[in-house]
């Protein structure tokens, strides 16, 4: 089996580097294309992509990346955009992005995809946190975590992306009712149990409190469409540095 296919939108970019926790990141082998033939395949696929979605707007270039992780042109239609418009989430994530703040995942195999390229913003994990909470209380592992690092202020003026566990978003809700302000939200847990039910409930705390955040409706989702969301933010925040993108424009 190969690689090529999987996440080609990291061959946009060239070289590795480490994140600040020390994560070494490849030259993108295991996400996507890192020689010619797979550079092909992948502007092969975002052309054909394009055919399939707009791509006028900010919010456009999300739904492609959803389209383009899932391998499934209807999931366009299933991509939620909270805020003053559909680009207000783009636009805060990207300008996130540059500000270099923190990118904080749910679950390993979310940071394991998010590109190590285009940035400087440190990547961390909630899960692994929490763990005494988690005892006490008899909520999922992945909740307590998302709870405990918030305690530590790690959430405000973050890019929070939630993408494997339902209770992580719902604990991330309750985070901002509480008062946590991240600068984006991203969230596509995926599932049949709370999944579709977290997501409406993290777009209304964020609506009600003024948090831009990019979730989707349905059951589907999961940690690879979290990571192309993601890294779909870092791509405009270096389109903007390159002067293609006008975020005030």
Do not use: W
Not at 34 to 55: C, F, G, K, P, Q
Not at 64 to 74: I, N, R, S, W
Not at 146 to 159: A, Q, T
């Amino acid at each position: 089996m190969t690689t090529e296919s999987a996440n080609p939108e990291d061959s946009r970019d060239g070289g590795g580097e480490a994140a600040e926790d020390g994560t070494e990141f490849e030259d993108y082998a295991d996400l996507g294309a890192t020689t010619e033939n797979a550079m092909d395949i992948a502007e092969t696929s975002m052309d054909r992509v394009r055919e399939l979605v707009l791509d006028e707007t900010l919010a456009d270039r999300m739904r492609q990346k959803a389209v383009h992780a899932t391998g499934d042109p209807e999931f366009q239609h299933l991509v939620r955009f909270t805020g003053t418009d559909d680009a207000e989430p783009v636009r805060a994530g990207a300008r996130a992005v540059l500000d270099e703040a923190p990118i904080v995942t749910d679950i390993t195999m979310v940071k394991a995809g998010i590109t190590g390229r285009g940035h400087d913003c440190p990547v961390r994990k909630a899960i692994g946190n929490g763990a005494d909470l988690a005892a006490e209380t008899g909520m999922t592992r992945t909740a307590a975590s998302v709870l405990e690092i918030d305690r530590e202020g790690v959430y405000d003026d973050s890019i929070a992306v939630v993408g494997n566990a339902p209770t992580a978003a719902l604990a991330l809700a309750d985070c901002i009712e509480d008062g946590t302000r991240p600068a984006v939200v991203v969230a596509t847990p995926v599932g049949f149990v709370k999944a579709a039910e977290s997501r409406k409930r993290l777009r209304d705390v964020a609506a009600d409190h003024g948090v831009p955040a990019i979730t989707n409706v349905g059951r589907r989702g999961g940690s690879g469409l979290a990571a192309g969301l993601t890294n779909e933010l870092v791509h405009v925040a270096s389109d903007v540095r390159e002067g293609a993108v006008d975020l005030d424009g």
